[in-house]
């Protein structure tokens, strides 16, 4: 796309030297940072997460997708409208609008599954909508960027990357159905790789972030439009997505999972759509924002997850806090039904053993009743 912003004195051709030198340098470090290490962290990821995958429950979801359905209509129905809304509304400039716009098409990043593997979500519906999202974006991708940009005055020269679409699913069908192939012979060595892989790929992702927000140093601008959208984009995402599978009657489990989905987006995507389409005088302007947004979203799902364990704590600990004399009562009754139990039997070990049946029966009427405790 090349933007007819000539006239306009933030067009990056009207801008200095220094900030078109500093473009490159951070784009090239980022290229790798985000192409080495992001594909390396995803086949490891989404191997310890398959792990956490059963065959009869992805088949289930395959043969009755309805969850997959919503997720799929607030991956491509309510992403692409949100991020409309927001560049009319903030009135942004054009090469700002059609970056909001390619990260509203784009489809879920693997950071939702690692979010929904915390918060005890359905991996097996994650999962699924991450691949069926990534499939689909090879034709709503570029039906929904057509829709949403046909009536704005830009010459479109956009371009998908359908190599990187192409990559990302077999960094994730292939790690994934060696998971379940481990999960499904040897589940307790599963659980303990989810485990192991869970953390370390969190920590990944936040070292992958945290380095590429300082190597993109050189490109963040004082821009507090772009900063506020790419804060409440993913919220609106978070809530939009959990409002709209509350609706369609889906259980808390799913709803959590269609949050978490809807709201994180694939930024990996999104930048190299925006370095196939643009030159680098465009990228200087456009390249902070998916670095942003990713930064946001990947706060906002820590946020949800300690929300989430917060709430999961003090929900257990609830019924202690009823009668706390509970166990003390149950623990002193069946103490002292066991040391009768004891007594009787020690007395009719040194007593005949009961001739009549009516001595037999009496024989086996219990002592007592145990009573509940609540």
Partial sequence: MRANCSSSSACPA????????????????LELVFTVVSAVMMGLLMFSLGCSVE?????????????????????????????????????LKPVHAIAVLIMGCCPGGTISNIFTFWVDGDMDLSISMTACSTVAALGMM??????????????????????????????????????????????????????????????????VTVAGVVLAKGSWNSDTTLLTISFIFPLIGHVAGFLLALLTHQSWQRCRTISLETGAQNIQMCITMLQLSFTAEHLVQMFNFPLAYGLFQLVDGVLIVAAYQIYKRRLKNRPRKRNPDCAEICHDKKCREASAFLEVHEEAAGTPEPSGPMDRHRALEPIGHITSCE
């Fill in 142 to 207: 570029p039906l929904c960027l057509y829709l949403y940009t046909w009536s704005w005055d830009l010459s479109q020269n956009l371009t998908i990357p359908y190599q990187n679409i192409g990559i990302t699913l077999v960094c994730l069908t292939i790690p994934v159905a060696f998971g379940i192939c481990v999960n499904y012979r040897w589940p307790k060595q599963s659980k303990l790789i989810l485990k192991v892989g869970a953390v370390v790929g969190g920590v990944l992702l936040l070292v």
């Fill in 55 to 91: 065959i009869r429950k992805l088949w289930w979801h395959i043969r009755r997708p309805w969850g997959i359905a919503v997720g799929l209509l607030c991956q491509f129905g309510l992403m692409p409208l949100t991020a409309y809304l927001l560049a009319i509304s903030f009135s």
């Fill in 14 to 29: 009207n801008s200095s030297e220094e900030e078109l030198t500093v473009g490159p340098e951070a784009h090239g470090s």
